[in-house]
């Protein structure tokens, strides 16, 4: 059984460009999550993807947007990057059911310069 | 929405020592997890515990969903178990459900 793989792991980018994040779930895992952390807290909800479809969003603007790919794997957008974007980027898989338990990704740690 | 507070913020402890996590929620939830995330920022899952008891190794944990609270408990400490602690809780029953996270314990075991 594969666990949730997250690429690239570091990357270094600067204000404005746009960036994309990318991540592949659990086997057999149908929902994916994305997760923001800045330093020294702890993760935010940014959207949540079942079937190919945005399926819940937290506080998060516009310019961070995603995809799900039929084979389960996703990618988050980040359009005109800013400062306070640096930070560590989750990923989360889960199955849908009585037990959801969520499986994460080791992260992509975006700097912003 | 939700609230998660965990208690206590730090912890610093000598190696072999016990500790008590503490996780507190403000409404009735459908899923609890414990994380570790260790230095090299990956979560993982100590304990999937909406309710009830578990135990694995040295760690165990409880939940007791009617007083909203769930603890952590740490037995023989060891310096690998460094590292920030979590819980987090979502309340939606099915799909689009989100996680909401505490601030974290910080552990240090020092040998």
């Known amino acids: 059984e594969t666990g949730v793989t997250q690429s690239p792991t570091h990357l270094i980018k600067t204000r404005g460009q746009q960036v994309t994040l990318r991540c592949s779930s659990q086997s057999g895992h149908n929902t994916v999550s994305w997760y923001q952390q800045a330093l020294g807290q702890g993760p935010q909800f940014i959207f949540q993807?079942?079937?190919?479809?945005?399926?819940g969003r937290g506080n998060f603007p516009p310019r961070f947007s995603g995809l799900q790919f039929p084979n389960y794997s996703s990618e988050l957008n980040v359009n005109a990057l800013e400062l306070d974007d640096s930070a560590l980027y989750l990923c989360?898989?889960?199955?849908?059911?009585?037990?959801?338990?969520?499986?994460f990704g080791s992260g992509t740690r975006l700097t912003v310069v | 929405g939700i609230q998660v507070e965990q208690s206590p913020p730090d912890l610093i402890l000598q190696e072999g020592a016990n500790s008590t996590l503490r996780c507190n929620f403000s409404?009735?939830?459908?899923?609890l997890q414990w994380f570790h995330q260790n230095p090299w920022g990956q979560l993982i899952n100590l304990f999937y515990i909406p309710s009830g008891t578990k135990q694995n190794g040295r760690l165990s944990a409880t939940t007791v969903a009617t007083e909203r609270y769930s603890l952590l408990y740490i037995s023989s400490s060891q310096t690998t178990d460094s590292g920030v602690y979590f819980c987090a809780v979502d309340r939606s029953p099915g799909a689009g459900n989100m996680l909401t996270f505490g601030g974290g314990t910080r552990l240090m075991v020092k040998p």
């Open positions: 989360a898989s889960s199955f849908p059911g009585p037990t959801r338990a969520y499986t």
């Open positions: 409404d009735s939830v459908n899923n």
């Open positions: 993807y079942y079937r190919e479809e945005e399926n």
